[in-house]
């Protein structure tokens, strides 16, 4: 049964494992440097909609059915659905999910959704499900008209931004199941070190993305060194490259297993996205199209994935606030057993 | 364990209960029929805060110090914390719990988030967790402007709307406490048959709360006589006269022991609140302030609540979208041991 460590650490005990995952994306994301593990692309971004919220809906849609094809569940197989977005109301997960009689609990962790959404499920997996669906997504053209300017507008993008993935990520979490096999999550805590720049919110995620490693490493007794790949959800350049000197200072070095998925799914210099990606959909994509199939296939044994999320709205910046972050990490392994 | 029976019902095995909860709101909400019930009154509506948004990240700060004030423990005790409100973003509960140093878990399920917040937190009190802290909150003048219009513009209300409680509540749930104990949570489904009038949103949550309440029963072979008390969140008057209806066409009919929260908070005919009172704070509030206090001295003994959500958001109805509803359902008793 799943069972906390530590100040924050659960460890999943059961054979949790992912049964499937599916990504989709647009465009953009096909031209970059991950468009082949992609399950679905759609050149067109509305992915035959009438507006780019529903586009997100549908987005989920497909991710989920995907991924629901793949391992052979029907909707009807699955006791709950954790998924979120960054809509206002998040009304792409929840317009997403309408009608499918699967019980659903909405979640908001900007973009730290997909990790929340799977930690959620894997404890329930641990316990009281037997089969849930985490999914999360996010649109470039929804998320800039609501956060930032209409697109027709044509504002420019400073050094520091990000560009919204417009992808959907989703997982089916089971009971006996995997590889990849979940191991522990950890949940975050709301950090603010006072960044009020919301085109610099790698930076403002970074100090909780730190809390979380470094609580993580504590509470297992474990450091970089004891898994393939550790990482971070989208804290882009700026953020990354922060990341690595927190870390640093609590005595936690990288070797050359540290990335983040703000910088994996487009080609920085290409693609023309600044800091790299952001958005739930980045790291929901780059987890279940990019990495859990190398953590299937034995490529990768042990991984920690973090997605982060920028808690603010353009409210709480309007009103002068600064902005806090929060980051959830959940720890795969391709092997079965006890590996703390 | 928690374990699922049946479709939809996780049943809570551990003596998982209520440590202490709180209930904080203002005027409007003292001078009602149940003022006397709430732990804090500020007649001050912006609770000493410049705006009404961080007005009501306080309210979530302070019913949250009341009610583990109550208990004797204190945040550091807390394992989690599961919260949200109806902010964009959710930003009134991300600002309440900043700082806090225990792990957030954020959720958006509109007027549904407290059941949403208690039932999570009864699932992982069952397993992974001691004591989690569990709330949600809503202020009338911050979701006036976000969801309507600017109070300034001193819109005229149609007969069926509802006033938004500036209101919050919070509650302990822990491994080994109670009464209150948590026997079982039900977590709904999106049900959507239609409604498109957002000034109506106690009409379009009703399917969800028949679907939800109908399967609990068929789940756990019970029916409403076996309850003392069978509370909906906020589907207001015309909300709760359809849900009468549409429970007695699926066979079950309440004798005098259904009620709602919309319909408690307020007088209707003194306060002009037209069909009564909605938002997270509502329910929240009502149950944590009123409800739980009545199981926990055994006046009530077996009680459902069950709080409500619309799950549109503004740009989804001018988008012509219809208005999907979900609502999350707490068995609460005031007796150890199986009831069902």
């Known amino acids: 049964m799943a069972h906390k460590i530590g100040k924050q650490t659960i460890i999943i005990d059961g054979d949790v494992g992912v049964s499937s995952s599916a990504a989709v994306g647009s465009k953009k994301e096909g031209e970059g440097p991950l468009g082949e593990d992609f399950d679905i692309i759609n050149e067109d971004s509305r992915f035959g909609e009438k507006t780019w919220e529903k586009a997100e809906s549908k987005m989920q849609e497909l991710a989920s059915q995907k991924a629901l094809e793949k391992c052979g569940f ?35 962790g900007a973009c730290s959704t997909y990790a929340e959404a799977t930690g959620l499920a894997s404890v329930f997996c641990d316990s009281a499900a037997k089969h849930c669906l985490a999914m999360a997504s996010s649109h470039f053209c929804s998320a800039e008209r609501q956060y930032r300017f209409p697109l027709e507008y044509g504002g420019q993008r400073p050094p520091s931004s990000q560009w919204t993935a ?60 004891d898994y393939d790949l550790i990482l971070t959800g ?25 990335n983040d998925c703000g910088l ?33 296939s034995g490529e990768l044994k042990n991984v920690l994935v973090m997605s982060t999320g920028a808690l603010m709205s353009p409210t709480s910046v309007q009103q002068g606030e600064t902005i806090p972050g929060v980051a959830h990490l959940i720890c795969y392994s391709s092997e079965k057993g006890n590996i703390f």
Chains 1, 2 share one sequence.
């Not at 487009?266 to 958005?279: T, W």
């Open 264 to 296: 994996m799914i487009y080609d920085r210099e290409k693609q023309q996205v600044e800091c790299g990606a952001s958005g739930c959909g980045c790291s929901a994509s780059v987890v279940s199209g990019h990495v859990l199939p190398r953590i299937k």
């Open 74 to 108: 029907s909707m009807a197989d699955m006791d709950f659905i954790f998924a979120g977005d960054l809509l206002n109301q998040c009304i792409a997960s929840a317009y997403g999910v309408r009608g499918k009689k699967v019980p659903y609990i909405g979640l908001y």
């Open 234 to 258: 989208d804290l882009g350049y700026v953020g990354s490259a922060l990341l690595v000197e927190l870390m640093a200072k609590e005595g936690y070095n990288f070797h050359g297993n540290y």
């Open 166 to 225: 417009t992808a959907a990520g989703a997982a089916v979490i089971s009971k006996e199941a995997g590889p990849p096999y979940i191991k522990a999550v950890c949940f975050g805590t709301v950090e603010d070190l006072g960044i009020n720049d919301q085109n610099n919110m790698g930076a403002a995620m970074t100090p909780a993305a730190a809390a979380t490693l470094a609580q993580f490493f504590k509470d297992t007794y474990t450091d970089p060194s």
